[in-house]
């Protein structure tokens, strides 16, 4: 670790492995202190070298930063010393720690870290930062830290009026934190008290694989670990997991408030969830160390999708020419009306949609009347019209969607890339999942089948281009390693080999997607044990788009991370690796609480745990879902409110907001779970030999020599087996012989598991 004479770090290199992990040298230098007073950060003296210590001071307060060595680790040791007759109690205490998060640039950005997850205990603090190489930084402290923040690049605008950019410069531990916090986190360090003096001690460390993270957390903070690889389920399943660590006490809080101890250590089993709803797991070790976890039990998926199909109306889609994002609720409608045609909203639903239509797109041309360069609103609404068109089996749905198609093909550059102008943008929006899910559906019938060789050739060459440039596309999102860009990639590729048999070819594009998936991990919620942010991916630049809010938080999930969750569903088809599946699940299980159990729909979740948000609060006058002004809307603008929220469920705008705003994108989730899991069930034998089941439960008749299927839905119509030897089932009256390796397993609808 090397020191800069201002007391910041230079350079940090592990001399195990001899890997430097970057440090900012300008901007946000760190480990250095910031202030802020009333919500405004205040000018700090240059700080002085005295006896080991960096220390600066405000207001009769004390400010020190040292550097040492423990455990063999680097560590920081942070002290806040008061010498005021009366309490401090700052908006924030905070410690920029300097690491340089800023991904800008191919292959640049191989070498920064993103921080994957930042977590607050009440006892102690835990985190790290992950590289697209795979690098990890773990950061922890045995000691309590109030909160945490990120400090974002501004890009445009004129202050207070700027719209911020797409990347995160650096992150801050903030010691001592106004309240409200999670309640997780600890709530007294929002002042010193007078002459009080508070001493924080901050590791970090380089760690091999997430596979040791665990290890690091509970040897560096002293505190137990929640290892809880599965967050949801539904109800009746039991919810395992394990402790790490020493552990004196187990408490399980259910959705009604009531507390169960559970015995023991190590592995624990819990069978009491039938109540929906978030299960907190709190763990406490002799010293007094306390870890927490959340565990979800969710309704039925066909329950969500059928609140989804009423939000469409609740919250208005919207003719915006510029952002589909505002009319993306149809999926749901569509999508969710195959399997509820009766739903009351559909027929609503489809009157708003063919007023809306055709103020989008011209009818006769099929190109957008305005706008025609932003291609993702052509591609979903190819999508939208392939899932129409299997609802009310229109032929005009099928045809228009075709004459989309050859739009997109129009836009598709000799590369072999969908391009908006010059910018790639096959990975926007996932263009050629759209284009798929057309083929699909065009597969076999001879009146198009010429459309499906144009098409499919395209979409060969545009899945030849990702395979071949990787993430080295520089696509929409200020040229940044940008979620979307890497998990739409994968996804589109991942769904382009299975449209393969076995051989060369399916495994050239099975590759490319696993790669990319490798590298995306760095913007997955891959660690966290809280199912309500589990598998989501890393956006944290959308609010000022999509709900009207002035600010930059991370979203996690917000409704493109389904994107992440499609990218894993396919590389479990292709690989059988249990890993993808769970994640695919814990994704969609995480997507799908954005419909919380009273039934209202919510536009994402922030993980940010304090944000003084700005938001506007009236809608644009003369506005209505069909006369939408407007592309993008600075809240300091308008009439607005402001106020603190942190760690929750962020409110859609789409009911009492009809300029354009883009919260529908919401509706991702629920079209992401019509694909992977609305009819669909799964069953996984691991290298034990024990099965998991997943979107259903699983009973063993030792006696008959099968097991019992018992379907979590009544929509569920296919069951796919991931065998390793043969097994008996039976659903309902029907019996299933399933034999070794992967393999689909239609379910006869005149089973009584259907009823």
């Known amino acids: 670790m090397d020191i800069h004479p201002d007391g910041y770090i230079q350079r940090l290199t592990f001399r195990d492995s001899g890997h430097e992990f970057a440090f900012n040298q300008k901007d946000f230098v760190g480990p250095s202190w910031y202030l802020k007073i009333n919500g405004k950060e205040v000018e700090m003296p240059q700080p002085e070298y005295n006896d080991g210590e960096w220390v600066t001071s405000y207001d009769h307060v004390d400010f020190g930063i040292s550097f040492s060595e423990d455990k063999g680790r680097p560590m920081i040791t942070a002290r806040i010393k008061s010498n005021r007759p009366t309490a401090f109690q700052p908006t924030t205490a905070g410690l920029r720690m300097g690491v340089d998060t800023y991904m800008d640039h191919f292959p640049y950005w191989n ?3 993103f921080p994957t997850l930042l977590r607050a205990e009440k006892t102690h603090f835990w985190g790290y930062l992950m590289s697209p190489e795979g690098k990890i930084l773990s950061i922890n402290s045995p000691d309590p830290i109030a909160s945490w923040s990120h400090e974002y690049t501004k890009k445009w605008g004129q202050p207070p009026y700027w719209f911020f950019g797409h990347r995160i410069a650096s992150i801050n531990l903030d010691l001592i934190n106004a309240l409200p916090l999670p309640s997780r986190h600890p709530q007294h360090l929002y002042q ?8 924080f001690h901050i590791y970090l460390d380089e760690v091999k694989s997430l596979n ?17 690889p599965i967050t949801a389920g539904i109800a009746g399943t039991t919810m395992n997991f394990e402790v790490k660590g020493a552990c004196s006490e187990v408490n399980i809080i259910d959705p009604s408030g009531n507390t169960t101890e559970l015995k023991g250590h190590g592995q624990f089993s819990f069978e009491r969830t039938d109540e929906a709803g978030a299960y907190q797991i709190i763990v406490i070790n002799e010293a007094g160390k306390t870890t927490e976890a959340l565990y979800y039990v969710r309704k039925p998926y066909s329950w969500y999708m059928q609140q989804a199909m009423t939000a469409v109306l609740d919250y208005p889609q919207k003719a915006s020419m510029t952002h589909c994002e505002s009319w993306y609720g149809f999926y749901s409608t569509y999508a969710g009306g195959k399997h509820f045609p009766n739903h009351p909203s559909v027929q609503k639903a489809d009157e708003q949609f063919h007023a809306i239509y055709p103020i989008i ?16 609103n052509v591609s979903t609404i190819v999508g939208v019209l392939v899932d129409r068109y299997q609802l009310f089996n229109d032929p005009k749905d099928l045809d228009a969607a075709v004459k989309y198609a050859d739009f997109l093909l129009a836009s598709q550059s000799k590369d072999g890339a969908y391009r908006a102008r010059s910018t790639h943008y096959t990975s926007v929006i996932y263009i050629a999942k759209s284009l798929m899910e057309l083929l699909e559906e065009l597969e076999g019938k001879a009146a198009y089948a010429a459309d499906y060789k144009r098409i499919f050739k395209s979409v060969t060459r545009s899945m030849d281009e990702l395979a071949a440039n990787g993430a080295n596309i520089q696509t929409e999102g200020e040229q940044t390693f940008e979620d979307g860009m890497i998990s739409c990639s994968a996804a589109q590729l991942g769904q382009f080999a299975l449209m393969f048999p076995e051989g060369k070819k399916r495994e050239k594009y099975k590759k490319a997607a696993l790669d ?14 809280d199912a309500r942010m589990r598998m989501g991916s890393m956006r944290f630049w959308e609010a000022q788009y999509d709900v009207l809010m002035a600010n930059n938080f991370i979203n996690s999930p917000h409704g493109w991370s389904a994107w992440t969750t499609y990218a894993q569903y396919y590389a479990y088809l292709l690989t059988g690796e249990q890993k993808y599946l769970q994640n695919t699940f814990n994704g969609l299980n995480s997507g799908v609480q954005s419909i919380d159990l009273e039934g209202n729909l919510h536009w994402g979740f922030m993980v940010n745990p304090y944000v003084k948000v700005t938001q506007m609060n009236r809608n644009i006058e ?4 069909l006369n939408v002004p407007g592309q993008h809307y600075n809240a300091f603008d308008y009439s607005h409110d402001t106020y603190t929220m942190g760690e929750g469920y962020v409110n859609m705008v789409s009911d009492w907001f009809f300029g354009n705003s883009n919260d529908n994108d919401v509706h991702e989730h629920f079209k992401c779970m019509a694909e992977i899991a609305l009819d669909k069930a799964y069953v996984f034998e691991n290298e034990q030999g024990s099965l998991e089941a997943y979107n259903c439960q699983l009973n063993y008749l030792k006696q008959q020599g099968y097991y019992e299927i018992k379907l979590a839905d009544q929509t569920v119509s296919s069951i796919h087996m991931n065998l390793k030897k043969k097994h008996q089932f039976k659903v309902g009256n029907q019996t299933i012989d399933a034999y070794e390796g992967l393999a689909w397993y239609m379910l006869n609808p005149s089973s009584s598991a259907k009823k």
């Not at 797109?361 to 993702?376: A, C, S, V």
């Not at 990319?516 to 044990?529: A, F, K, N, S, T």
């Not at 003369?622 to 879902?625: F, H, K, L, Q």
């Open 111 to 113: 070498k920064k870290t």
């Open 192 to 199: 010193i008290e007078a002459g009080q003096e508070k001493v």
């Open 212 to 228: 040791d993270l665990q290890q690091n957390v509970q040897e560096l903070t002293e505190a137990p670990v929640i290892d809880l």
């Open 361 to 376: 797109f011209d009818t006769l041309k099929f190109e957008p009347k305005k706008h025609g360069f932003r291609i993702q």
């Open 516 to 529: 990319l998936l490798d590298q995306h991990r760095c913007l997955e919620q891959l660690m966290i044990p």
């Open 622 to 625: 003369g506005a209505n879902p």
